[in-house]
């Protein structure tokens, strides 16, 4: 539960559709018109953006009369009716921009009986989510407390400014079901609350292809509501073996390789059995409807069925918004879709292996995003390697920032995530040590004994997000 200053606080770049450039262009005149990385994520359907229109009432917690801040916080000086006209404005504007259906209800909710009939007017058509703005500290208990006991299951964010609520007037809200206070300075925080309801949304119409097994079924999750879409295993090989090289295909293989701090044990073959990859995995996620992929990969490798693991394919579509996860681990997939849509950057699933000598974690994978810092941003530096464990193929070494700040996290079952954080220490090369190509280790906060970490395949992300990641479990069940 977040109700001290902050403890809410958190916060897909929209891209232009070119797909008729594309249809009436050469692919390779494009890739050069276009920087490599745009062209490829729109050269195929299987878009990762969100879908959803979430629809969220707004409220207003205040007296109709001015004169009732006088010698109450949050002032005599707070104008109650611009400030409302000010939140207004700003959530529009908010809404607009996250493609959310604001519905505003202008009244003032100053007692019970406006409250109930605010209520009565919300049932005709509930919404998705509400926003309820603390605009006077002497209303939680005839107004704040009594709409959210009565207002239902809703998703609901009551947002105090400082100087509308003290700690007992919090307090109540702390066990309340769906409910997520955001007692904070500014007026900032309100983006990120909105994206959350936002997030909830997209999760419940996200879906996520899982590659593994000799059967096609789907399987809706519990409380989040993203869709598994399970497709067997011989999928992956049957696209592959199929698939002819193209021209964009060489382009990427050609832009890693160039973009890359250094290139160790891969050749040029490995590199297009890469890129061949990524097109691949694209594809599927087109013609099965989903947002992104995981692959019992693993497998694949192990009985020599495919060239090259598809750890540069996860690595572009990760750094895209989309979800790549390695070993069908439908946990780690469910967590990056989240990551990705709350917070606009991606994580890295990784292999937790504690150091007991220095109370360390590490944490090791094959596969890593590069755009840690947001999907905007420039990426990490990164050497290209083979896969560690069988030397075959292409694998990302992603160098990590030392002294950075890392959340993190790990969906435990859909009504459940496991959350901490720490902060980078050093990046360690394989070999002399052992493990997988991109290896990263952590000093962990309040952790006595790594050993205690939970968890498996957990996500390392850039960041303090412990108490975004709460505020959102609070509020998404």
Known sequence: MCTHAHNCVGCLSSRVSRRGFLATAGVSAA????????????LLAGDTKPKSKPRVRLFFIRPKDQEKYWMSWPGNDYNADKRQAEFTRRLKRIARKLDIQLEVDPAALEDAATVDAALERMKQ??????MVIQMHLSYWKVATDHFLKKRGKIPTIVFSQLGTSFTGHLQTARNL????????????????????FKTMADMQQSRLCIITGDKTYDRKLDVIGTTLHYVPLNRWVDELDKVETTEEMRALASYYTKQAKDVREP?????????????????????????????NCLDLVRHRKVACAPCIAWMKINDEGGVGVCEADWNAAISMRLVSLLFEKPGFMQDPAPNTTKNT????HCSCPTKLDGFNSEPEPFILRNHHESE????PQVLWRKGQDVTVM???GPGKIIVGTGRVTRNFDTPPEGGCRT??????????????????HQLFIYGKLYHDLRAYGKLAG
């Open 31 to 42: 890739a050069m018109q276009m920087g490599l990385l745009e062209f490829t994520s729109t």
């Open 125 to 130: 058509s509930p919404p998705d989510g509400i």
């Open 177 to 196: 079901p769906n409910v997520c206070v955001a007692a904070t300075d500014g007026l900032d925080w309100l983006r990120h609350g909105m994206r959350m």
């Open 267 to 295: 050749k040029p073959k490995d590199m297009l059995n890469a890129a061949k990859n990524y097109f691949v995995a694209k594809r599927i996620m087109a013609d099965e409807g989903c947002d992104g992929i995981s692959l």
């Open 361 to 364: 974690l590490m944490g090791a």
């Open 392 to 395: 075959t193929g292409v694998s």
């Open 410 to 412: 790990e969906f435990d």
């Open 439 to 456: 290896s990263v280790e952590l000093a962990m906060d309040n952790v006595s004994d790594v050993m205690d970490t939970k968890g498996f």
